[in-house]
């Protein structure tokens, strides 16, 4: 299919490189990416995936966006108070880039869900604040056999890996289990610096559109931090031989999908979000 | 100068003259010809060199001797 002068315009930037040119925009055009969670993390991302023409973009996300998310979910503006926020992230997206096929999911992302929601997606993004969630779509793209980028966010840090499959290890190799509960701080205590979310949401696009590119080298067998307080990236090396994670390795022992109970906060419809991560 | 397509660039300004260019002989297989008409000026400053940036051949500029010129290239992978 060529490419209309209105989309070689819009992609100018793009096709000019070239490791892009009209061959990787066309790739960019065709390509499927889920985004799950439409907060701090999957606003940014969201919206650069938008910008870049990725054709088909899904986001999932079972909240409404509420005024204490505005500080760093830059797809949402005060006026989409009480919104979805996946169709407040979709009029965002559409209003930058009419190409884009925005598909909105609307919903708790769970074990009964997740496999099919993935399948026809080429690239997860996962932009969630709870460990439950992410264990859930680790284990989920291991067993579909699909890419993923992990990330999160809390104060003044922020950390990202990809998963690729038969290519390195999973979140599960690295992490094992869900820390035990009050381990971690919950979205009471915490906090996140706005600026972050664009940090490493960025990152996380920038992931996704090298993995369809097939440009460069991704994020796998490595994870990135990010400390904004001592203005440091660290690119840490994973140990290579995963044969024994519970889910990826030789003889797993995960095969089926685990619904973790979900850490709550006092008010969970909206008003107050988890916010727990690796530190 | 025989070619097997050809493209013109002359409604364009920069950098669109290069892209539209671009597009053009990604279309081409490996070896065929790619004739681009363009504006004196700019255009024929910076299109051959952007052509031979990405690693193509250029044959030859040739003058229409109207204000535009006719770059011939030959792709490579």
Known sequence: MAMTDEQIERYSRHIILKEV???????????????????G??????????????????????????????????IHATSDIGKAKVKSAKETMNAMNPDVNVKTY????????IRELIREYDFILDGTDNFPAKFLINDACVMEKKAF?????????????TYVP????????VFKNPPPKDAVPTCKQAGVI???????GSLMAMEAIKYILGVGKLLTGYLLTYDAIEQEFRKVKLP???????VCGKNPTITQLIDYEQEVCEETAGRFEVKIENY | MEFDES????????????????VAIEELDEGQVLAVRMNDGEPVQNVPRSFKEDGHRILKLLDNEDGTYTLFVRKVE
């Open chain 1, 21 to 39: 040119g009209a061959k990787g925009q066309k790739k960019l055009l065709n390509a499927k990416v889920l985004i799950i969670g439409a907060g």
């Open chain 1, 41 to 74: 993390l999957g606003a940014p991302a969201a919206m650069y995936l938008a910008a870049a023409g990725v054709g088909t973009i899904g986001i999932a996300d079972a909240d409404e966006v509420d005024l204490s998310n505005l500080q760093r979910q830059i």
């Open chain 1, 106 to 113: 609307h919903c708790f992302v769970d074990s009964t869900n």
């Open chain 1, 149 to 161: 980028c992990h990330a999160g966010i809390i104060r003044f840090k922020g950390q990202l890996m």
């Open chain 1, 166 to 173: 038969n290519e390195g290890p999973c979140y599960r190799c």
């Open chain 1, 194 to 200: 706005g600026a972050m979310g664009g940090v490493i």
């Open chain 1, 240 to 246: 290579k031989d995963n044969s024994s994670c519970k």
């Open chain 2, 7 to 22: 493209v013109d660039i002359t409604d364009k300004v920069c950098p669109l003259t290069f892209v539209t260019a671009k």
